[in-house]
């Protein structure tokens, strides 16, 4: 049934013989309330590639919520778990190159969509949220709650008014509901373009009681209690994957600035040092910087956070935990926050190198440009805390010796030497160490191996040496084996020279990296 659904879709739009559709879904309990805004109102929130679609001399921002059923990829049955979900869009009308569509302010949806596939393939606003839709008869209780960007929520009770009816060419309801194409802008200015088709809207006038909406304050403006209009509706979509629609503006190379990144320097040590004894603060720290307003980099965060996160709950980062791995930390902290103040002012270099690898990240975000600047400031922690180092318990020295050159072997699949394999090899190992994608959790991820606590002492040899010998852990010695130490000295050598971080080969004595030396 859902093939002749899409089929007729396809017809209806002369889409056949076009560029083929990835992703199926249907729609259901759809509700769009509508709010008209002054065009400076979004204008400001709108990135100027963009331009704001008005009605009237009007512009409108809508809250869609909606439940997701069946979603799925082309010829694939959906998985279930992952097919049918709540989510709540908010939206404002604009056009580019001709053609209408929508901008969203945000997208709540669950987090396996938020954290693995919705940023990265759709390069859309979806953050994390736990929602609940309810149905009574006609009329649905919908509840979204925001878990890691903040408290905002929405809540609300709807229900239909009257009989269903197609929107007319050239009415509001036309120009708010009928809209295939949904813009998003890179931070370097690419404007990216994801389309969609369905048959007409339906729609059903409605009621609504929003008992809280605090969506429109996090996107940085006020939305009146009541909308000015609501519809209720429900169909069947198909979507492609985005394409790039305009590659936008190349930032051009700009000189340094000393004084301003002396500022930025010292405003991110004071900043930091603040919160030195707070690890929760570091990772607030940290998940802003990924999720600052306008930036489309949130994923890129997805691996460095979940080792955060690990680290807070071994303790390493609390006062009273190791001052090597707060260091190490602390730099690369200070580093990415001038960076990004550079950023945000307008500057697009600097004289510090592990400042201008998180500019260049900013500038044109990418695998390879985040790990070069993660890792140069990974890899300057670990140079110049090496007298901290010494004072770790042997154990820890190993743990830290394998995490870097994980890491390390991370970025030389993602950013190989020029002379490396064939081209599908290539990309089936940036997919792998992509720093966006859950895979390279398991690739850098070897904690699981030693105890979860801090410090290590000499009783905890004999426990990772028992988990050394269990299934897992003979996989992680084959994988060290084959992939890390046989190749250890290629490795440090062209991440070194990648870097411009000579030292690092320093580390590596008799064709295996040792740390602390």
């Known amino acids: 049934m859902f093939h002749e659904i899409v089929e007729e879709i396809e017809q209806h739009f002369g889409l056949a013989g076009t560029r083929p559709w990835m992703v199926s879904q249907r729609w259901r309990h759809v509700m769009l309330a509508h709010w008209p805004v002054p065009p400076e109102v979004v204008r400001g929130l709108v990135p100027e590639p963009l331009e704001i679609d008005t009605y009237a001399g009007g512009a409108w921002v809508s809250a869609v919520a909606m439940k997701m059923v069946d979603l799925h990829l082309r010829d694939l049955p959906p ?12 939206r404002t009308y604009v056009r580019h190159g001709g053609r209408a569509g929508v901008y ?3 997208i709540d949806a669950p987090g396996w969509l938020t954290d693995h596939v919705a940023q990265l393939v759709f390069d859309m606003p979806y953050l994390r949220a736990d929602a609940t839709l309810a149905t009574d008869g006609d009329h649905v209780q919908f509840d979204s709650r925001r878990l890691d960007a903040g408290s905002a929520a929405f809540v609300a009770h709807y229900g ?14 036309h120009f708010l509901s009928e809209r295939y194409s949904a ?3 890179a931070r370097h200015g690419a404007v990216m373009r994801s389309d969609l088709r369905h048959a007409p809207w339906q729609l059903r006038p409605a009621e609504v009681a929003i008992t809280r909406n605090t969506v429109a304050q996090a996107a940085s403006f006020d939305l009146p209690a009541a909308p000015a209009r609501v519809h209720l509706g429900e169909t069947d979509a198909i979507a ?8 936008g503006d190349t930032v051009p190379a700009s000189e340094p600035d000393p004084d301003a990144e002396r500022a930025a320097i010292a405003d991110a040590t004071r900043r930091v040092d603040d919160i030195a004894g707070d690890p929760d603060a570091r990772f607030r720290l940290r998940f802003a910087f990924y999720h600052h307003p306008g930036a489309a980099i949130a994923p890129f965060g997805s691996s460095e956070l979940a080792f955060l996160r690990w680290e807070i709950q071994r303790g390493v980062l609390a006062q009273a935990g190791s001052a090597w791995w707060r260091a190490v930390n602390r730099g690369l902290l200070i580093w990415a926050e001038a960076a990004l103040a550079l950023h945000q002012r307008g500057t697009a270099a600097a004289t510090t190198p592990e400042v201008a690898r998180w500019l260049e990240f900013l500038r044109a975000p990418s695998p390879v440009r985040w790990y070069r600047a993660h890792n140069a400031s990974i890899v300057r922690g670990y140079l110049d805390q090496m007298d901290l180092a010494r004072s770790e318990h042997e154990l820890e020295q190993r743990l830290i010796t394998i995490i870097l050159s994980r890491v390390l072997l991370a970025q030389a699949l993602v950013d190989p030497p020029a002379h490396h394999g064939s081209s599908l090899e290539h990309e089936l190992e940036q997919l792998v160490a992509d720093p966006r994608l859950p895979a390279v959790d398991v690739l850098v991820h070897v904690p699981d191996l030693y105890p979860g606590h801090y410090p290590l002492v000499d009783a905890d040899a004999a426990a990772v040496l028992d988990r050394l010998r269990s299934p897992e852990g003979i996989l992680v010695r084959f994988f060290d084996r084959e992939l890390v130490i046989r190749h250890q000295v290629e490795l440090y050598e062209h991440v070194a020279e990648v870097l411009a971080i000579p030292e690092l080969m320093t580390l590596v004595q008799g064709g295996v990296a040792h740390y602390p030396l």
């Open 104 to 106: 969203f302010f945000s």
């Open 240 to 247: 492609w994957l985005p394409v790039v629609e305009s590659r």
């Open 160 to 173: 239909p008014l009257g009989p269903a009816y197609v929107t007319a060419p050239g009415s509001l309801d």
């Open 79 to 90: 998985v279930p778990g992952t097919s049918d979900f709540p989510e709540l869009n908010l």
């Open 183 to 185: 813009f998003a802008v």
